[in-house]
């Protein structure tokens, strides 16, 4: 029971943080392409691939705080399920170049992001 409030607890925090992520790149670059979805992937990509080095070299950091921080807090930051709907929506607006490169730019930028999360820590940490 303790993991499955962790759990909610982290979600509950992410998806505030994912809200107003969105809200706030939206301001910033404008409504016109899925900028915010893009921006929480690659960067909670990148955060997790922080996270999972750092206990991996460091600490085991409990099983609550793991799946608080990774499943909960991380899980509903960076959701794909808004990245499948964005796609459909571009391309049910006959935006077909921009779909393909949303979801070309989503998968490779989150995965380099991940990348460069490990790379960091094991750069910083050892």
Do not use: C
């Not at 900028?35 to 990148?46: K, Q």
């Not at 929506?89 to 170049?97: T, V």
């Amino acid at each position: 029971m303790k993991l499955v409030l962790a759990v909610a607890l982290g979600g509950a925090i992410g998806a505030v943080a994912r809200y107003q992520s969105v809200v706030w790149i939206s301001r910033l670059i404008g409504l016109g392409f899925p900028w915010g979805t893009l921006f929480v992937n690659i960067v909670g990509s990148f955060v997790m691939g922080l996270f999972i080095e750092f206990f991996t070299l460091r600490t085991s950091g409990g099983q609550e705080f793991r799946a608080f921080f990774a499943v909960g807090v991380l899980g509903s930051f960076t959701t794909f399920s808004s990245f499948s709907l964005d796609v459909a929506m571009l391309y049910e607006r006959g935006h077909l170049m921009a779909a393909g490169g949303y979801i070309l730019a989503s998968v490779a930028l989150s995965i380099f992001g991940l990348f460069s999360g490990l790379w960091v820590m094991r750069t910083v940490v050892t």
